[in-house]
């Protein structure tokens, strides 16, 4: 018990920490006016991208869960499990993009006004949300399916 109270702890504690790292990416200065044009094209250019990926993965996910459902082999839980594994694995990359497509112009001023020091710092916080999103939810998705079998 004591190991599944720390692994919930450490998947809050990364879900903080992605939360606190998107949250100061954002605070960074995104520029000028002369940055707007290039910055909303980009935007519009990833929102599309993931509008188009994640309705494709959709139908793909709800094909794979109605067939993991009705197969005698694995049954609702195995597909219940595959689906939250999918929707954990969706809010880690539609955040994470979404977050990185704003770094991009943040990083951008941060290189021409304050050095790469900054810039660096702002990059490498801005990926740093989509990879502890994906631990964080991941091992509290597994946790709590362990919680869930064992009572």
Known sequence: MIALAFSLIAAAAGLAYAIWCGLWVLRQDEGGADLRPPY????????????????????????????LWI????????????????????I??????WVAVRANVRTTVAAAQQGLPLALQI?????????FLVGALA?????GFYLYFTG
């Open 92 to 97: 880690s990359g539609i955040v994470g993009m």
């Open 139 to 143: 091992l509290a998705s597994v946790s």
């Open 123 to 131: 990059s490498l916080r801005s990926g740093a949300v989509t990879g």
């Open 40 to 67: 909303l094209a980009i935007r519009e250019g990833a929102n599309a991208f993931i509008r188009t990926q994640y309705l494709t993965i959709l139908a793909v996910g709800v094909l794979l869960v109605i067939i």
């Open 71 to 90: 197969t005698p082999q694995f049954g609702f839980l195995t597909a219940l499990g595959f689906a939250i594994g999918g929707l954990c694995s969706a």
